[in-house]
């Protein structure tokens, strides 16, 4: 079976991340764009950080400018932007595409063991977010509008 742990994705830095090192943690795993609607959820995703990262928990942010180019910059700028406006403490990943051909391995699977509404795998816009539990199964999609604070309950069940 599958889990998170089979996969590599790249930080912001460039750096290559084995997912294997994330065993063991509660994951939420987040597309993100910094000239969205919803990018005030920044403020509530570091929150839900800060609250839990000593009991296990992570969030692994990965910009994507697939929605309307509302993350056009790059990985530097996306950083200052995440740090200087909402304090960012949590990994940014690199910007990444998470539908179509160029669809980054880790959100295709993602996607698969937790289709969205009526079955659809497609990731409808930023800030879709994956509950991942500390054996690396996809427990759970929220859409773009479930608010950071609305997880804490789910979160807690799997620390």
Known sequence: ???IADFSVATN???????????GKVLL????????GFTPQYDGLEKLFQDYKDKGFEVLAFP???F???????????????????????PLMAKVDVNGADASPLFDWMKGEAPGLMGSKAI???FTKFLV?????????????????TIAKDIEKLL
């Open 133 to 149: 539990d500390r054996e690396g199964h996809v427990v759970k999609r929220y859409g773009p509008a479930d608010a950071p604070k």
């Open 29 to 36: 795993v987040v597309n993100t764009a910094s000239k969205c």
């Open 13 to 23: 830095k460039g750096e290559e991340l084995d997912l294997k090192e994330k065993l």
């Open 68 to 90: 309307g180019g509302q993350e056009p910059g790059d990985a530097e700028e996306i950083e200052q932007f995440c740090k200087v406006n909402f304090g960012l403490t949590f």
């Open 1 to 3: 079976m599958t889990t």
């Open 64 to 66: 994507c400018n697939q």
């Open 124 to 126: 409808k816009w930023n």
